[in-house]
C-alpha cells in the first residue's frame, strides 16, 4: 500500500464549477500537507499549505485536513481554463528528517 | 529572481553512455534533492542532501550518484544509462530538512531519454 493515494483522474470540469481533489494516507506521524500544481512541462510550484488539522483558505482554493480520517482535499471555487493543470498532495512529518512523500497527482481539465 | 535551473531539459542518449544533469539554486538553501517522475508512481526521491558534503539515498537510488561539493549546486550523475531511466527529472531546493522548511522549490525538469 502507497502511503500517500490520490485518484489520478484526468477530472475535467466546465468552467465556474466548483473543484475537489482528495487524498489520503495511512502514516499518522505527517503533520505537514501541500498541494502542488504542475503545470504541462514545468515543474510543480506550493499552491496551499496547511499544518495539521483544518481549513485554510487562498482566494479560490481551500485546502482541508481531517486527520483522524486520514484524509486531505483541495477545493477549487469557480474553477477557470487556467486552473487546468496536474494536482499533487504531499505530505511530511517527524520522519526521516521531514521527507516530503507525493501523491501520484491528479490531472484535471477545466473547460470553457 | 528565487529559482532552481536544471540544464539541459531535454536529453537523449544510448545505453551505457555516462551523463550529468546539472542543478543549481539560488536562494541558499541547504536542502537539496533530486526526484524523477513516471505516469501513475507521481514524484520519487532519488538522493537528496541536507548541506555541503552531506548526501544520503531516497526511495529509488539505484543507478545514480551525486555530489555537493557547493551549496548552489547538487548534479545528478548517471554512470551508466538504461533504458528503464527514461523518465522526468526534477531537482529540488528547500531551506532545511526541519519541520517548518517543507517547502520546496522545484526546476523545470530533465526529459532524459535513453535508448
Known amino acids: 500500500q502507497k502511503e500517500v493515494e490520490q485518484d489520478p483522474g484526468p477530472l475535467s470540469v466546465p468552467e465556474g464549477a466548483i473543484v475537489s481533489l482528495n487524498c489520503t494516507y495511512s502514516?499518522?506521524?505527517?503533520?505537514?500537507f501541500m498541494w502542488y500544481r504542475q503545470y504541462s512541462r514545468k515543474g510543480p510550484e506550493l499552491l496551499m499549505y496547511t499544518y495539521s488539522s483544518g481549513n485554510k483558505e487562498d482566494g479560490r482554493f481551500t485546502a482541508q485536513v481531517d486527520k483522524s480520517s486520514k484524509y486531505i482535499s483541495l477545493f477549487i471555487r469557480d474553477s477557470q481554463p487556467s486552473d487546468s493543470a496536474t494536482y499533487l498532495c504531499?505530505?511530511?512529518?517527524?520522519?526521516?528528517?521531514?521527507?516530503?512523500?507525493f501523491g501520484a497527482g491528479t490531472r484535471l481539465f477545466v473547460k470553457a | 529572481e528565487a529559482q532552481v535551473t536544471q540544464n539541459p531539459r531535454y536529453l537523449i542518449t544510448v545505453t551505457g553512455k555516462k551523463l550529468t544533469v546539472t542543478c543549481s539554486q539560488n536562494m541558499n538553501h541547504e536542502y537539496m534533492s533530486w526526484y524523477r517522475q513516471d505516469p501513475g508512481l507521481g514524484l520519487r526521491q532519488i538522493y537528496y542532501s541536507m548541506n555541503v558534503e552531506v548526501t544520503d539515498k531516497g526511495d529509488v537510488p539505484e543507478g545514480y550518484k551525486v555530489s555537493r561539493k557547493e551549496k548552489r549546486n547538487f548534479p545528478l550523475i548517471l554512470e551508466s544509462p538504461s533504458p528503464n531511466q527514461t523518465s522526468l527529472y526534477f531537482c529540488?531546493?528547500?531551506?532545511?530538512?526541519?519541520?517548518?522548511?517543507?517547502?520546496?522549490?522545484f526546476g523545470q525538469g530533465t526529459r532524459l531519454t535513453v535508448v
Open positions: 502514516n499518522s506521524a505527517f503533520q505537514y
Open positions: 504531499a505530505m511530511s512529518g517527524n520522519t526521516g528528517g521531514f521527507k516530503t512523500i
Open positions: 529540488a531546493s528547500r531551506r532545511g530538512q526541519g519541520a517548518r522548511n517543507t517547502e520546496a522549490f
